[in-house]
Nanobody, 125 residues
Framework: QVHLVESGGGLVQAGGSLRLSCAAS????????VGWFRQAPGKEREFVAS????????YYADSVKGRFTISRDNAKNTQYLQMNSLKPEDTDVYYC??????????????????WGKGTLVTVSS
């Protein structure tokens, strides 16, 4: 059982930056592809970014390409999402996820093996 805890959310002005972290415990972190999803009230959870077990492959939603960067530190059992040039439409609850499938499959699927509880990101205009 993998336990995921997000941190780093908050309120930021449009054009600003935030870095989200997701700390994992209870499993072998390097055995999982990991990623980030986001969800607004009343909407489906959507894929944001994923990264392979080694960190060598990354995938991004078109809406965040060039602005967000996903990374991981397997020694610290932690993944990160650096968010730059934030827009009001990036306002959502952000969830980290871990899955035994590939990072590419994470970008295509909705159900993940493990989820965090989410952290709220609010971008003001």
């Amino acid at each position: 059982q993998v336990h995921l805890v997000e941190s780093g959310g908050g309120l930021v002005q449009a054009g600003g930056s935030l870095r989200l972290s997701c700390a994992a415990s209870g499993g072998t972190f390097s055995a999982y592809a990991v990623g980030w999803f986001r969800q607004a009230p009343g909407k489906e959870r959507e894929f944001v970014a994923s990264i392979s077990r080694s960190g060598g492959s990354t995938y991004y939603a078109d809406s965040v390409k060039g602005r967000f960067t996903i990374s991981r530190d397997n020694a610290k059992n932690t993944q990160y999402l650096q968010m730059n040039s934030l827009k009001p439409e990036d306002t959502d609850v952000y969830y980290c996820a871990a899955d035994r499938r590939s990072s590419q499959q994470m970008s295509l699927m909705k159900a993940m093996d493990y989820w965090g509880k989410g952290t709220l990101v609010t971008v003001s205009s």
